[in-house]
């Protein structure tokens, strides 16, 4: 089975200062790892992703991630939040091991960031 | 490229209607995926299509609902009859073969079940 776990409905923090959203997931093989970002009324956006290489991986916006296969985890940070930044951000996973394409999504984090 | 497409934006009907939701995905892109978001159970997938064909409707919540791929350029999600729980918003998303992975969401459904 896969699944993502985002420990955090919620994540509040002043412009300027650093946000991190964090992602914990569980996988029976080797996973594909994502962040994708939904705007109020719009579809999901992807903003990054983790397949094999270096694990700090760098996205749309200034977004980068960091992909810990000891800690099971995949947090999305970026080093100076904007106000524009305020949107839900969804973590999701695949197992590669799986013969399909499906991924299983997080519950999502909604983030504010305060002017 | 417009992207994905979805039709309605809205859809307001009364219990026990059918009720079609429509997608056209990116041109070229080999896999389409029905998705329904909800607050209480978050983002589910429903059932995706390879070249056309149905892979996995495992995600499908009961017979009242069905998916239809006639062609590359086009995608149905049928409910009939429809019931108050099926209040939802329906995304359809594609993406190409190959490892690239990234998924292209429309804009969504935003369907009421009165």
């Known amino acids: 089975a896969q699944s993502v776990a985002q420990p955090e409905d919620q994540v509040n923090v002043a412009e300027g200062n650093p946000l991190t959203v964090k992602c914990t997931y569980s996988?029976?093989?080797?996973?594909?790892l994502f962040w994708y970002v939904q705007y109020p009324n719009r579809g999901l956006q992807f903003l990054l992703k983790?397949?094999?290489?270096?694990?700090l991986v760098k996205g749309s916006y200034g977004f980068e991630a960091e992909f810990n296969k000891s800690q099971t985890s995949f947090h999305l940070k970026k080093p100076s939040a904007l106000v524009s930044d305020s949107a839900l951000y969804f973590c999701?996973?695949?197992?590669?091991?799986?013969?399909?394409?499906?991924?299983?999504f997080g519950a999502g984090t909604t983030v504010t960031v305060r002017a | 490229d417009a992207g994905v497409i979805q039709s309605p934006r809205h859809e307001v009907t009364e219990m026990g209607q059918e009720v079609t939701l429509r997608c056209k995905p990116i041109s070229g892109h080999d896999y389409l995926f029905w998705y329904r978001q909800t607050m209480m159970r978050g983002l589910e997938l429903l059932i995706y299509f390879n070249n056309n064909v149905p892979i996995d409707d495992s995600g499908m919540p009961e017979d009242r609902f069905s998916a239809k791929m006639p062609n590359a350029s086009f995608s149905t999600l049928k409910i009939q009859p429809s019931e108050p729980r099926d209040s939802a918003v329906y995304f359809c998303a594609s993406r190409p073969q190959g490892a690239n992975e990234k998924l292209f969401f429309g804009s969504g459904t935003q369907l009421s079940v009165l």
């Open positions: 999701a996973v695949r197992d590669i091991f799986r013969g399909d394409y499906k991924l299983s």
């Open positions: 983790y397949i094999t290489g270096d694990n």
């Open positions: 996988v029976s093989g080797n996973p594909y």
